[in-house]
């Protein structure tokens, strides 16, 4: 969750500083934005440090935290290049495609540092997808302060 918010925390905090897209507004074969405007380099600069100091924190190798991260913003990189190419708009929501590599892909990656399960992997991916159906809204659209 840490990794996947704190991009949002940073939007919030820093508005439209550093907002540079991920892709510098290339455009695939397709026409297409390669990723959108909404992956920033503002996210990946909140996500990496935030998620490595979490882990740090909770008495994990804060590689792990590291690598958890880089997993989290890889998936959901994927997973706007995706969207893109079925032509939903950057920003936009799409249930199930939204949640599931931004958390399978690190669960996967850090399944033997955790000594996770398949089953285990699968319940957290499960959870993270009702957790995310859930508070989607309130963190989706900015609130007045």
Known sequence: MVANLAPIIGQRLLRNRFASPLDCGSCFLDGRPLLGPSKTWRGFLFSIPITFACAWIEGLDPATGLVFSLAALLGD???SFIKRRLGLASGGHAPGLDQVLESLLPLLIVQQ?????????????????????????????????
């Open 77 to 79: 990189s994927l997973t």
């Open 113 to 145: 540092r955790l000594d996770l399960t398949l089953s285990g992997i699968l319940s957290l991916v499960l959870s993270f997808i009702i957790l995310d159906l859930i508070f989607w809204r309130y963190y989706a659209h900015p609130h007045p302060s």
